[in-house]
Each structure stands twice: as structure tokens, then as C-alpha cells.
Nanobody
Framework: QAQLVESGGGLVQAGGSLRLSCVVS????????IGWFRQAPGKEREGVSC????????VYEDSVKGRFIISRDNAKNTVYLQMNSLKPGDTATYYC??????????????????WGQGIQVTVSS
């Protein structure tokens, strides 16, 4: 059964850093593009970043450019989201999602067929 599990969330002060991990099982990460999404209370889900199966193409949503870094280690079946210079506005539940085949990726949720359960990130001011 295909599954994605996020970890690494928590509470951090503004200006701090967190690294989220998304571990996949039940399918081969080599074939998948992975996206990170987030949803804050009362707001719509928004795309944060994505990375293609090769890792050669990466997309960031404008508000996280220069602060977040997405990367992948296919050997460990894991995709990471390094979040630096965190702001209270980054507070949300973060989800990773997979799309196969993964030659292309998007920060729009359409097409992502496998989703993790989400993990909370809270940034205090």
C-alpha cells in the first residue's frame, strides 16, 4: 500500500528552522515527483514546493523562495523540506504528496494522488 509519512514538525520561534521529512513506502520514489503543501486554519490549502523524480526541476511558491529548500534522497525513500527564517505566517499543517510519473511537478494539488497525513508546524512570534 502506497504511503507517505511526514515528520519533523513542531513549535519554533520566528527566525528559526525546521526540517520536514516525507518517507514513502509501497512504491518506488524514483518514479515520483513530490510536492509539499500546507493549510492554515480557515485558509485554503496552498502549494509550497515540489521536486521532480530526477531532482532536476524544483518549484517554490513565491512566499518561501530563498527560505525553504526541497531535496530528495531516493536511496532513503525520503524527501526533505528545509525551512529557514520561519515566520508566524508559515504556521500550518504541512502535507507531502506524490504524483507518478514524476517527470514534471507543480505546486497545484491537482494530479497528486497519494497524500500524507500531515504534520503541524507552529511558528511563534
Amino acid at each position: 500500500q502506497a504511503q507517505l509519512v511526514e515528520s519533523g514538525g513542531g513549535l519554533v520561534q520566528a527566525g528559526g528552522s525546521l526540517r520536514l521529512s516525507c518517507v514513502v513506502s509501497g512504491f518506488t520514489l524514483d518514479y515520483a515527483a513530490i510536492g509539499w503543501f500546507r493549510q492554515a486554519p480557515g485558509k485554503e490549502r496552498e502549494g509550497v514546493s515540489c521536486i521532480t523524480n530526477s531532482g532536476l526541476s524544483i518549484v517554490y511558491e513565491d512566499s518561501v523562495k530563498g527560505r525553504f529548500i526541497i531535496s530528495r534522497d531516493n536511496a532513503k525513500n525520503t524527501v526533505y523540506l528545509q525551512m529557514n527564517s520561519l515566520k508566524p505566517g508559515d504556521t500550518a499543517t504541512y502535507y507531502c504528496a506524490a504524483v507518478i510519473p514524476g517527470r514534471y511537478c507543480s505546486v497545484y494539488a491537482d494530479g497528486y494522488g497519494i497524500w500524507g497525513q500531515g504534520i503541524q508546524v507552529t511558528v511563534s512570534s
